[in-house]
């Protein structure tokens, strides 16, 4: 009896950590091993750091060549020591996983497509995605090239070799609280790694495309109304290289194929599929203002690149330093060296090149095995590669994908995305495909120490292009918008093009020396803010892409009216709220707005925005009416035509219409085809406004009708969980403005660098340095973000080893 | 005094054993002094719950005032418990208590178990 006793207490208690040891999935809630999580001496409690926590120690790796040291600074900079490259970029890994370590695992899943194995079935369609784009085949592709260069193969084996000594080393209580909650662990880091790092970047910032929308708009539209709706160049241009520069006749000659007109601009179709995509606010500025500009004598660069705003931030900050270079920046965990930053010489940065890189062909396969397709007058023979995908909670899936001569057909019969193709195949042509080793492109400019070290570091990026700038303490400024882009004829890839011979296929590509740029301008300053990077008029290659005007605009303007600039007057540059698209939009709102039909609460709202200071300002009120009232304009004047029918389409871009409006009050998609009379600008103008009262009314009731609160700005954890995240901010600024911060997204490493003889550097990013949601270090930098203030960057000097700044010193010894 | 010996052992054999073990280690912990001193099956069941609620109790309450409750306030909204950090910390020691309680409760079964012929 007592035996049976004893067993039966046995199987509770078993039972009980059989149960706590697991995970459990409640009503598609799924709740982490309890016992495991909880316990003080395993669990969450353990990233609970104390906030006295010595962060300091003595650690030894046989994989290390010398001695080395880190100071951790106040802030928990980590300031890198090292007697060689190999040894600095092993630290360097080891630093990141140290404080990072599940956010750079987390984000080559993503771009690996593995997010189903964390979270189940729910992500699998994301991953297939990934898997069908060929991230995973175009980092491959990529890591032959980047371990065929010896100096990126060292760095890269360095790294990961401190990335697994940091991984190797930790305790099952050092596991980062993400791992806990979501109950995996983590892998080996591997250079491949690094690469789908690499790709992540370029499809956040190459990868976006309208190919699908545009086709679709071209079919509905026709051409010469497309053109009307999205045009080529902008009137309020002023493109990064100005207008006049004259270009040298271009080295590769386009032409579109003789079929162009029947095959491809007048082909109808009607496609149901709308890609995932990147961010279309993804942008960024950066300007060098010579010394004959600012108050010192030596140059300023300026950058705040501007993506999504997340937590842990995308970005690191830390100074690395060895014999060879001494580098101190925003660094990307997940890949070695500074990315956006300056050494002992110059600095530099980057905004997004915004150039479409990305295209689609239509291909014909003799039949649904796919394993022949019609190219060149013959049926060629398909690769395949087999994408094993893994489900959390049930058995992996194996997606076959055909392999072109164009890229992966990313679209067909069993994978559409959720969306109807019509049975058709698409195959992607990305550029990102390509093999490139632009890694390289960081490690030359950390060591760069003139201009001709900075062009040729440059040379080594391909994908993701990028607006490249440049300042060094020998006085010159630079910009290159560098990158590996297509020649185009016009219009070639805007929309769908047929996959069944050559003749459609990219023809060569720009040569990199015919990249717009500009070296010591008269005007002494340099700048992109992701415009047109030349006059579309007179640059001889076509131009696909999205360039946003405004932001370059208003920063052109401010710095040719500038003189005796500080580095403060830049720090204000680069949190101005000033809105230029309100300035340019708001006068043709209000005299269209017909006083006569509006009610006295509408009246009361278009005084708001007459009087409106044309800052978005927290407080602002009038920066929510004009916001609402221009989106509001968007919907009325391409709405009817937009929801014509059900296939896919993009807005406009507000240039455009701003652009028609001002020239012309009878810009045909004024009138609503809904309707039988014909609308003018003043109809559509007055009703929008409206429109736009009634939300307006409803955000006053709900005490949001000042700017910040209705923008309501929020930085989301990666995996969007909101206690860790931080939600409310109070900030200003918004699309358009110089500080870009959107509800999302915005400017993430704010940076101002004036090269006098001892350097002076300000920075900050919303973020902090530890990813660990239980670490004071975890945001610490984010209201000081918010309120616009900037923190001076020490470069430290190894004598300065007992400077106060320095809080902890960790030794690497073999 | 037997019961409060057997509380603190398990208290003290439980801290050890979050050291070298995994978590469940707080169920030998609770299970040996039950076994080792002799106890009814309530009390046994009792100190080994007490043991490991105050051990845990304590040490995540003394975790958190060390971290200003800025993690046990982000977890208690996640899992959740309308971000009280109070029941936060006693769900801990509930849990471990449990778990603990229960092997106590076996480890004085076991010390009767090898006597079958006492069983009536």
Redesign the interface.
């Known amino acids: 009896?007592?035996?049976t006793?004893?067993l039966i207490?046995?199987a509770?208690?078993l039972g009980?950590?059989l149960v706590?040891?697991r995970e459990w999935t409640v009503g598609g809630k799924s709740i982490p091993p309890?016992?495991?999580f909880?316990?003080?001496?395993?669990?969450?409690?353990?990233?609970?750091?104390?906030?006295?926590k010595n962060y300091g120690g003595d650690f030894l790796f046989s994989q290390l060549k010398d001695k080395g040291e880190v100071y951790l600074d106040d802030r928990m900079v980590p300031h890198v020591f090292a007697q060689n490259e190999d040894d600095a970029y092993f630290m360097q890994g080891y630093l990141h996983a140290r404080f990072r370590l599940w956010q750079m695992e987390f984000q080559v899943y993503a771009a690996a497509g593995r997010i189903s194995e964390l979270i189940g079935d729910k992500a699998i369609n994301f991953d297939r995605d990934k898997r069908r784009l060929g991230m995973v085949y175009a980092a491959e592709r990529s890591l032959e090239l980047m371990e065929r260069d010896s100096i990126t193969k060292n760095e890269c084996d360095s790294y990961t070799a401190g990335v697994n000594a940091y991984i190797e080393n930790m305790k099952?209580s050092e596991l980062p609280?993400e791992y806990k909650?979501l109950n995996y662990q983590p892998e080996k880091w591997t250079n491949l790694k690094t690469a789908l790092f690499l790709k992540y970047m370029s499809l956040d910032l190459a990868g976006g495309e309208n190919d699908f929308e545009y086709s679709n708009a071209k079919t509905l539209f026709g051409m010469k109304d497309f053109e009307k709706m999205y045009p080529y160049g902008q009137d309020s241009l002023d493109p990064i290289v100005p207008r006049g520069t004259v270009f040298e006749n271009p080295g590769v000659i386009t032409r579109p194929p003789a079929s162009a007109d029947s095959l491809y601009f007048n082909r109808k179709d009607s496609l149901h599929l709308a890609p995932v995509k990147p961010d279309k606010d993804n942008g960024s500025n950066n300007w060098a203002v010579s010394g004959k500009k600012t108050k010192s004598g030596a140059p300023i660069l300026c950058n705040d690149p501007h993506l999504g705003l997340n937590l842990p931030s995308l970005w690191f900050e830390m100074q690395i330093s060895t014999p060879q270079f001494n580098a101190y920046g925003a660094t990307f965990p997940g890949a070695p060296g500074v990315v956006i930053g300056f050494n002992d010489s110059c600095a530099f940065g980057f905004t997004n090149a915004e150039r479409d890189v990305r295209d689609y062909y239509e291909i014909k396969f003799r039949d649904e095995s796919m394993k022949e397709y019609w190219f060149n007058g013959e049926w060629r023979l398909s690769n395949f590669r087999y994408e094993h995908i893994g489900v959390k909670g049930r058995n992996e899936i194996i997606d076959t994908i055909a392999y072109t001569v164009f890229g992966p057909v990313m679209y067909d019969k069993k994978f559409t995305g959720g969306r109807s193709t019509q049975g058709n195949y698409y195959a992607v042509r990305w550029k990102a495909h390509d093999t490139s080793n632009d890694l390289r492109c960081f490690n030359g400019l950390d060591h760069a120490r003139n201009y001709q070290d900075y062009y040729a570091a440059i040379q080594y990026l391909h994908t993701p292009g990028q607006n490249c700038i440049f300042a060094c303490k020998n006085g010159d400024i630079a910009i290159w918008d560098q990158g590996e882009f297509p020649a185009r004829w016009k219009h070639q890839g805007d929309f769908i093009m047929p996959g069944t011979d050559s003749s459609y296929m990219w023809q060569g590509m720009i040569p990199q020396a015919e990249n717009p740029h500009q070296v010591n301008p008269e005007r002494g300053f340099v700048s992109s803010a992701n415009q047109f990077p030349a006059d579309p008029a007179t640059y001889p290659y076509y131009l696909a892409g999205s360039f946003p005007p405004y932001r370059g605009l208003v920063i052109n303007r401010t710095l040719s009216s500038m003189k005796d600039i500080t580095t403060d007057m830049m720090k204000s540059l680069q949190t101005e709220n000033y809105n230029v698209f309100a300035e340019m939009a708001r006068p043709v709102l209000l005299k269209n707005i017909n006083d006569s039909l509006l009610t006295p609460v509408e009246s009361d709202y278009r005084d708001l925005l007459a009087h409106w200071n044309l800052r978005n300002d927290i407080g602002e009120k009038g920066a929510t009416v004009f916001s609402l009232t221009w989106d509001s304009l968007e919907r009325v004047v391409w709405g009817d035509e937009l929801t014509r029918s059900s296939l896919p389409l993009v807005y406009p871009t507000e240039s455009t219409l701003l652009e028609a409006i001002l020239k012309d009050s009878s810009f045909k998609f004024l009138d609503d085809i809904n309707t039988p009379q014909l609308e003018t600008l003043r109809d559509d103008v007055t009703s929008a406004f409206k429109k736009a009262v009634v939300t307006l009314q409803k955000t006053a009731s709900a005490g949001r009708l000042e700017w910040g609160k209705f923008k309501d700005t929020r930085i989301k954890h990666l995996t969007k969980?909101?206690?860790?995240s931080r939600l409310h901010l109070p900030i200003g600024g918004g699309n358009n403005c110089i500080n870009a911060t959107k509800a999302e997204h915005g400017p993430g490493w704010r940076m101002v660098v004036e090269l006098t003889p001892v350097t002076q550097a300000f920075g900050v990013y919303p973020g902090g340095q530890s990813g660990n949601?239980?670490?004071?270090y975890?945001d610490s930098f984010v209201d000081q973000w918010v309120s616009g203030q900037y923190y001076p960057l020490w470069v430290m000097n190894r004598e300065d080893a007992s400077d106060k700044r320095v809080k902890f010193r960790i030794t690497f010894s073999k | 005094m037997k019961f409060i010996i057997s509380t603190l052992l398990t208290a003290l054999l439980g801290f050890v054993s979050g050291l070298y073990l995994p978590w469940w280690g707080i169920a030998l912990a609770a299970l040996i002094p039950s076994a080792v001193i002799h106890q009814g099956h309530g009390r046994s069941f009792l100190s080994g719950f007490l043991g490991i609620f105050i051990l845990w109790g304590a040490l995540s309450w003394w975790i958190d005032s060390k971290n200003n409750s800025i993690l046990s306030q982000k977890i208690a909204q996640i899992l959740p418990l309308g971000g009280s950090v109070f029941f936060l910390v006693l769900l801990t020691a509930f849990i471990g208590a449990l778990v603990a309680g229960l092997a106590g409760l076996a480890g004085s079964y076991l010390r009767r178990a090898p006597e079958p012929n006492q069983a009536i």
């Not at chain 1, 909880?38 to 006295?52: E, I, K, R, V, Y």
């Not at chain 1, 969980?721 to 860790?724: D, Y």
């Not at chain 1, 949601?773 to 004071?776: A, Q």
């Open positions: 009896m007592q035996f006793r004893l207490v046995c509770i208690t009980l950590i706590l040891n309890m016992g495991k909880l316990s003080p001496q395993h669990g969450f409690w353990q990233n609970a750091d104390p906030m006295d099952e609280v909650l969980l909101e206690p860790f949601p239980g670490s004071p975890y």
